[in-house]
T-cell receptor, first 115, second 111 residues
């Protein structure tokens, strides 16, 4: 157990709808990254939040957006859902470390199915 | 060319043997390297990180890094059926936020 929690566990939506996924970071971690993992593929970086600001973004359209709150928890919002958005959405928390790369620890994920 | 490449497998290894998982990467600016284990239907779990050339051992796991050859590997000694999972290699540039993952290697340990 990493201490990173995500909700909901599973979600079924229809094309065109909007969805909000939630993540609580591990205690002491102030950075949250979101990844999308399609079946049979490695996770793809969506974006990262640090101190409530977006701190890097992958190759995802603007309909993917996010928030980070003062308690470091985070939301991922996806508008105008498409069938290809069906995937496992992973939240990873980390904390900057002096002299090294912060390791990222994943939550259990949210399985999104778009019909 | 993919940024991080792994053989998708499946890799089948008898119980008690050494499992060897390999990963190559294209970005010479990569500074940090990670191995994650992912059981079917679960999220990735960090098992090893390595930042310097050479070997790093943790229990039955050994990570090996060769930056000149842009190659990182994971050895699992005394393989157990519980090691059956997909192993994801991830790399990170210095100062970058994102982890770049390979597609993973599916490992099966046969009793």
């Amino acid at each position: 157990e990493t201490g990173v929690t995500q909700s909901p566990t599973h979600l079924i939506k229809t094309r065109g709808q909007q969805v909000t996924l939630r993540c609580s970071s591990q205690s002491g971690h102030n950075t949250v990254s979101w990844y999308q993992q399609a079946l049979g593929q490695g996770p793809q970086f969506i974006f990262q939040y640090y101190r409530e600001e977006e701190n890097g973004r992958g190759n995802f359209p603007p309909r993917f957006s996010g928030l980070q709150f003062p308690n470091y928890s985070s939301e991922l919002n996806v508008n105008a859902l498409e069938l290809d958005d069906s995937a496992l959405y992973l939240c990873a928390s980390s904390s900057p470390t002096e002299g090294g790369a912060p390791e990222q620890f994943f939550g259990p994920g949210t399985r999104l199915t778009v019909l | 060319q993919k940024e991080v490449e792994q053989n998708s497998g499946p890799l089948s290894v008898p119980e008690g043997a050494i499992a060897s998982l390999n990963c190559t990467y294209s970005d010479r600016g990569s500074q940090s390297f990670f191995w994650y284990r992912q059981y079917s239907g679960k999220s990735p779990e960090l098992i090893m990180s390595i930042y310097s050339n050479g070997d790093k051992e943790d229990g039955r796991f050994t990570a090996q890094l060769n930056k000149a050859s842009q190659y990182v590997s994971l050895l699992i000694r005394d393989s157990q059926p519980s090691d059956s999972a997909t192993y994801l290699c991830a790399v990170k540039r210095q100062g970058a936020q994102k982890l770049v993952f390979g597609q993973g290697t599916r490992l099966t340990i046969n009793p």
